[in-house]
């Protein structure tokens, strides 16, 4: 069977146009399949009039929509907390830090802790340690430690991403139900919870304690989902790592990345990601779209 070429379309729209006309994808979406077509074998480039530019982010996007089936019974989310609603990295990785200088260990840099996070803060003490302290008795000290250092210094850098407070007053204007799944230990998790997140109402915040295993078992995740009323299948889930994807789907939920987040674009499509965005802004894109 000979592979099919892919074609290429480029459209000339002005910029308010591409930005607020988003039906518009769906009009060409069934154009080309009349004309017997998939967006699956086309790439469409939005060329933005007298400006010379090109806006591939929204393209991406309603691509990716079109191709996986998103639909508009989507009224519920649960996010991930850290590197998704919250950049608490800085925070994070100073306390560790602080605690791996107080057992004379070397400490890291920001860059590495990117990709310590996200499965736990037993997990993040083991990968700082060095070698030949990844043992048990080495990881419960340093932990007891690091949760004392990390419960004093939680929320002195930690701040809200850059639209995520625009997003979650979307969300709650269309009454979509959000709650938060994290693998922080509980009692973290809620107490950045009611500093940063107070202004919106979640139907529940959940951190990691012995009720439920760690993400990505699903567990948690469907707990949510039976007490917001909601099927898995109607709940977006968004997330910034392989964790969270792999979550998502082995809940029966409609995984989104979150690209501007601790990890890449290319662990979270690898993990099981549908659809990754890359500003908070662009899941308001999606909902709009997903009611027209």
């Known amino acids: 069977m000979r592979k099919r070429e892919k074609q290429k379309i480029v459209i000339i729209q002005p910029w308010d146009q591409i930005k607020m ?104 003490v083991y990968q700082s340690l060095p070698q030949e302290n990844k043992n048990e008795e080495d990881v419960i000290l340093c932990l007891q430690v690091m949760m004392e250092e990390y419960g004093r210094s939680y929320a002195e850098k930690t701040k809200l991403y850059e639209g995520i407070a625009d997003l979650l007053d979307y969300l709650t204007q269309k009454k979509i139900k959000m709650a938060v799944l994290s693998n922080k230990a509980d009692v973290l998790t809620q107490k950045i919870a009611s500093k940063l997140l107070k202004n919106w109402s979640f139907e529940i915040i959940l951190g990691a304690s012995k009720q439920f295993p760690h993400k990505p078992d699903p567990e948690a995740a469907l707990f949510i989902a039976s007490k917001m009323n909601a099927l898995p299948e109607n709940i977006l889930y968004l997330g910034d790592s392989n964790v969270d994807m792999k979550t998502a789907n082995a809940a029966g939920m409609f995984p989104i990345g979150a690209a501007w987040g601790f990890r890449t674009r290319e662990e979270l499509f690898e993990n099981g990601a549908k659809i990754v965005i890359d500003r908070p802004q662009e899941l308001i894109d999606i909902k709009s779209y997903s009611h027209r």
């Open 21 to 124: 006309k988003l039906n518009l994808l769906s009009a060409w979406s069934c154009l080309l399949l009349k004309n017997g077509l998939s967006l699956r074998y086309v790439e469409i480039d939005m060329k933005v009039k007298g400006e010379g530019r090109f806006s591939p982010s929204l393209v991406t996007i309603f691509t990716q929509i079109l191709n996986t089936g998103m639909n508009n019974n989507y009224q519920t989310i649960i996010f991930d907390l850290d590197g998704t609603l919250v950049n608490s990295l800085e925070d994070i990785a100073d306390a560790m830090n602080r605690t791996l200088i107080r057992f004379g260990y070397p400490a890291h840099p920001y860059q590495s802790y990117k990709y310590f996070v996200g499965n736990g803060l037993k997990n993040l």
